[in-house]
């Protein structure tokens, strides 16, 4: 009993503020001593002398005894029952409001985002979404022309690029002239293939090219529409509204021969300017006419050349050699090259020109006439077609000409051959694209071999070997074939052909299984050259194709341009689809060419095509 008291007596002393005591310390202590301890800071000391149990305690000395009887004023309220000390109170109340300020900031705070992801959610417009963009567009009946003009350009600023084609209407609508019916220039949104704009023209278009004519990030896009005849019109991408048209007077008695070409600024009026060629009636008489890409007219007077030469009219086309001299290639079966200085020179009808233009390339200027003739012989062994291709490790191109006898890929700086490919049937544009892993531009071919068969084949663009091939029934006449590039620095080819069946053990042959009037379209990759992927068909004739790329979504859309089969009376009908590749390949069916070892499965090449990210082709540049 006594120690009991004194447990109590030095409690009491040593914490002489019960504001700080922590029960916590002391929650082990038993009922009876906190008790004995209320009960000696109630009264001073021991109650009516006695421990709580009756027995008088035995302190150990009168100053502890003093020390415990001294009453706390802090601790003793009016009625004389123990109260919170202040302190607690204050540390509660304290606590308390920052409880308060906590929770209130928190909640305020949560207020707060949960307003802004509102706000971002119905106020600020979501990009486009195009991984499953998939339509098909009826435009009517198609009225006649053999050109299908077809263009991708984003006009409305969406960021997915829009499709622009032209038609001629059918025979009941108006006409322009009575002789010529008249055609319609439409833009289809690249999101649903609804109609953006629509404009008329007076006659066929043979092509539409869109561009910035000025250089600048707030420069607006033009579309330059061509003519078969003697039209050539600049339209507004956005509005769909003419900005100029040339004269047509300015071509006197001949007519547009070809697309216009784009040129550097030659007036130094801040926009590029143009070069349209026309024909007269004799095919020998060529004639130049410069046009101001701001104004549409003329820049100085029509050059003319007496050109001879049997076959295809190539060109014109543009070429800017790598010390910056500018010159216009054209021919008839061959291919010649004019300085656009010696244009300009005589359009203006003045000895001088721009300093831009007084650059010569030397290896070009000595392949130039014995009499100092202003024509330049580049090539002249029965070309059909000319393209220009960019040469690996630089900005400039290389010239890839396609003639009755094969393929040829000349050097741009001294147009010497790089290697030539001997083939027959070759009629159709070579297709490039990145096939092998040397970085240089390879090329998908389409041969005609036998009746309702072609042949598909990818040359080396190094080498000019032959690295991929095979067989493939198509009734199509010259199908069109195109690429894109992947992250990874691969092509993929899309080309048209009759349903395929699993190829022979000893042969390359594939044979149709389905009729003629049924075409699929076809992708090949360079990692699986022994598998075909068939991703979309039709029983129309495709006329027209161009694959663009959604850089937001990297992501890859074919459009095509497919007519109906047309009879007597009845015009064909004109359809344009989108298909999204990347939606595409995942859903696409597996033909395979050829037994391979190992044999790839369905769940590899899923997941091979489900990273395959597609973006903007680097080869697009054609010149320097």
Not at 94 to 119: C, D, K, P, Q
Not at 319 to 346: C, E, M, P, W
Not at 601 to 608: A, I, K, P, S, T
């Amino acid at each position: 009993k006594d120690h009991v008291l004194q447990r109590a007596i030095k409690i009491t002393r040593q914490s002489p503020d019960l504001g700080e005591y922590d029960p916590l310390t002391q929650a082990d202590s038993d009922e009876s001593e906190d008790d004995l301890v209320l009960n000696l800071q109630k009264n001073g000391g021991v109650k009516n002398g006695k421990s709580p149990l009756g027995e008088a305690p035995e302190p150990d000395s009168d100053a502890e005894v003093a020390e415990a009887a001294k009453p706390h004023l802090s601790e003793v309220t009016t009625e004389g029952y123990p109260s919170e000390p202040l302190g607690g109170l204050e540390q509660k109340a304290a606590s308390s409001l920052v409880s308060y300020v906590r929770t209130s900031v928190f909640l305020l705070t949560l207020g707060i985002s949960m307003i802004l992801v509102l706000l971002c959610a119905f106020l600020i417009p979501c990009p486009p979404r195009d991984l499953h963009s998939t339509w098909s567009r009826h435009l009517g009946s198609q009225g006649g022309g053999d050109l299908s003009p077809l263009e991708l350009a984003d006009v409305n600023g969406d960021g997915l690029r829009d499709v622009l084609l032209s038609f001629v209407m059918s025979r009941n609508g108006s006409a322009v002239g009575g002789s010529r019916p008249a055609a319609n220039l439409v833009c289809l949104s690249g999101m649903n293939g609804s109609t953006l704009w629509s404009s008329l023209l007076p006659e066929e278009a043979r092509d539409i090219t869109c561009l910035e004519l000025m250089p600048g990030s707030l420069a607006e896009t033009v579309c330059l529409v061509t003519g078969t005849h003697k039209m050539l019109s600049a339209f507004n991408a956005t509005s769909g509204k003419a900005i100029w048209t040339l004269n047509p007077n300015h071509l006197s008695n001949g007519t547009l021969a070809a697309p216009v070409v784009v040129l550097p600024d030659l007036d130094e009026d801040g926009v590029r300017d143009l070069v349209v060629l026309a024909i007269g009636e004799l095919q020998p008489d060529l004639c130049f006419l410069l046009v101001s890409g701001r104004t549409g007219s003329p820049v100085g007077r029509p050059v003319k050349y007496n050109i001879v030469g049997v076959g295809n009219l190539i060109g014109p086309q543009v070429y800017i050699t790598t010390n910056g001299a500018v010159y216009i290639l054209f021919g008839f079966g061959n291919i010649q090259a004019v300085a656009l200085r010696d244009i300009f020179v005589q359009a203006q009808n003045r000895d001088s020109s721009p300093p831009s233009l007084q650059i010569e390339e030397p290896e070009w200027e000595k392949r130039r006439s014995i009499n100092l003739s202003e024509l330049i012989d580049v090539y002249s062994d029965g070309v059909e077609l000319l393209q220009m291709v960019k040469a690996p490790d630089s900005n400039c191109s290389n010239l890839l000409i396609t003639t009755r006898q094969g393929l040829v890929l000349l050097r741009g700086q001294n147009l010497t051959p790089y290697w030539t490919l001997r083939l027959q049937g070759l009629r159709s544009q070579p297709t490039p694209g990145y096939f092998t892993d040397d970085q240089t531009l390879d090329f998908l071919l389409q041969i005609q071999d036998g009746v309702g068969m072609k042949k598909m084949m990818v040359v080396d663009g190094d080498s000019g070997s032959v690295v991929w091939s095979y067989r493939a029934p198509c009734h199509m006449k010259e199908t069109p074939a195109t690429s894109a590039v992947t992250s990874d620095r691969k092509s993929v080819f899309l080309f048209w052909a009759e349903g395929l069946s699993a190829a022979s053990p000893n042969s390359d042959i594939i044979l149709g299984t389905e009729p003629p009037s049924l075409h699929h379209l076809y992708l090949l990759h360079p990692v699986f050259p022994s598998i075909l992927l068939d991703l979309a068909n039709t029983t129309g004739t495709v006329t027209a194709s161009e694959v663009g790329i959604n850089d937001l979504w990297k992501d890859a859309f074919y459009v095509t341009r497919t007519t109906g089969p047309s009879s007597e009376g009845h015009p064909a009908a004109l359809v344009v689809s989108k298909l999204s590749l990347r939606w595409a390949l995942m859903e696409g069916q597996m033909a395979q060419l050829q037994e391979s070892t190992p044999k790839i499965g369905r769940g590899e090449l899923r997941r091979f095509l489900s990273r395959i990210k597609f973006v903007e082709a680097p080869y697009e540049v054609s010149d320097c």
